[in-house]
């Protein structure tokens, strides 16, 4: 097959015998969450629903990590819940913290002035710090290879009959993601400025996965639409095509929906095992699309992040200071940082998950009859005219109709 990326199994399989094939491997994983104590209905509710559309199968453990020690309570409704190991760890004060200076205080008053979401809150920077550059180092986080990163009061829609991380493993795939989204601009006004200087001084050679992060996109969700349509373009065509001539086009066209955009990118990911030296002259010519996989949502090997370029990229941007005089988001991070090693041939798109998270879902719609898949809020959603149905097929016992929030039961 050509195709870089694809849906590991469509439509449901059937997980007893799946688990009993004996070239199934279950992985070196676990969930991971972060939470607050008074949080607790949430993550019971986020829990709940990971055990019945997945983990009932696959007993796969879980990591609770507080700033504060969790209750008693916390850790004993838990664990009466879920159907595998619960550790539970705290977070030191290296990990959960800013600067404690007067300047600290002022700089969030400020943001908070000024509007910036979550500006304002302290605890919201240590968070964004603390998934940025601490979870993977955790004790309890390093025992694994890989993670699946949970939030209280998520949603999974869909039955997911099928292992992703063995998956992932067997593809040879290092981070998957259900949602692209662009970053609000006012939260990261230095981060893209920062990330080049780190590229400069370190003389990295970026993965191709940064091309996606600095093409002109003027729409976000297209890139998972144009990440979709290359599951099915034909490699022939694409060898036809000159290197450069794949790149201007790209460039020029930019989100245009025809077939010289397509090849331009089939093109370009065809190659995408090449690391690229960025152009240190051009610098002044580059832009951060904004664009960052939702990292609410995670499934990743722990080594995308616990390496010596992440690692100091990462130190480099906590001596900065942006982490309390802006308000970087973990998952800007998290994406601008991956594509300094990564390429996008390691990267998942999860098309098959449903999810919501707040007020945003990907609902998996038509993933199988030619139709696209793509991320949308409601509004979006509806003013697609797509209905907001899906059936990944039947099975019986647990069920895999997956629907969505307002189909009819
Ligand atoms: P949002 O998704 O960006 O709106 O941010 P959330 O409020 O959902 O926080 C992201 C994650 O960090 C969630 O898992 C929260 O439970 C967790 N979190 C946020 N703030 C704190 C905090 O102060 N303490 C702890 N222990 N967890 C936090
Ligand atoms: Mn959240």
């Known amino acids: 097959s050509t195709a870089t990326d694809s849906i590991f199994h469509v439509g449901c399989i059937d997980t007893q015998e799946y688990l009993i094939d004996p070239v199934y491997q279950k992985q070196n994983a676990t969930f991971i969450m972060l939470a607050r104590n008074n949080e607790l209905t949430d993550v019971l509710s986020t829990l709940e629903n990971i055990e019945s559309h997945f983990n009932q199968w696959f007993h796969y453990p879980y990591v609770f990590l507080n700033d504060e020690p969790f209750t008693e309570e916390f850790k004993r409704e838990v664990q009466n819940l879920v159907s595998s190991e619960s550790s539970f760890g705290i977070l030191n004060e290296e990990q959960w913290t800013l600067t404690d200076s007067v300047e600290l205080n002022e700089n969030i008053q400020l943001q908070g002035d000024r509007d910036i979401l979550y500006g304002d809150n302290p605890s919201y920077h240590k968070m964004c710090r603390f998934y940025s550059g601490w979870f993977y180092r955790h004790e309890l986080v390093q025992q694994y290879e890989w993670y699946w990163r949970l939030e209280p009061a998520v949603e999974f829609y869909c039955d997911l009959t099928y292992d992703p991380f063995y998956e992932m493993s067997k593809s040879g795939k290092k981070y998957g993601f259900t949602v692209i989204i662009p ?41 998972t639409t144009i990440l979709d349509k290359l ?98 988001g973990d998952a800007p991070v998290h994406s601008l940082g991956l594509s300094l090693t990564l390429n996008i041939s390691d990267i998942h798109y999860f098309r098959d998950i449903g999810y919501k998270h707040s007020t945003l879902q990907h609902c998996p719609n038509n993933v199988y009859n030619g139709e696209l898949s793509y991320f949308a809020t409601d509004e979006r959603w509806q003013r697609q005219g797509k ?14 109709r997956c629907k969505c929030p307002d189909s009819a039961e």
């Open 183 to 223: 970053e609000l601009a006012d939260t990261i006004p230095t981060l893209f400025r920062s990330t080049l200087s780190y590229i400069k001084e370190n003389q990295i050679n970026v993965g191709s996965l940064w091309k996606l992060f600095t093409l002109d996109y003027h729409l976000v969700s297209n890139l």
């Open 231 to 328: 599951i099915n373009y034909p490699h022939e065509i694409i060898n036809q095509i000159e290197d450069d001539i794949a790149i201007e086009y790209l460039l020029d066209t930019g989100l245009n929906d025809n077939e010289t955009t397509m090849l331009g990118l089939q093109k370009l990911l065809s190659r995408s095992n090449t690391k690229v030296p960025l152009e240190i002259n051009k610098f002044s010519d580059l832009r951060y699309n904004l664009c960052h996989f939702w990292s609410n949502f995670e499934i990743a090997k722990i080594d995308v992040f616990d390496n010596e370029i992440y690692q100091n990229y990462f130190n480099y941007l906590d001596a900065s200071g942006g982490f309390w005089q802006e308000r970087w």
């Open 387 to 400: 209905q907001n149905h899906y059936d990944k097929g039947i099975k019986t016992g647990s069920g895999c």
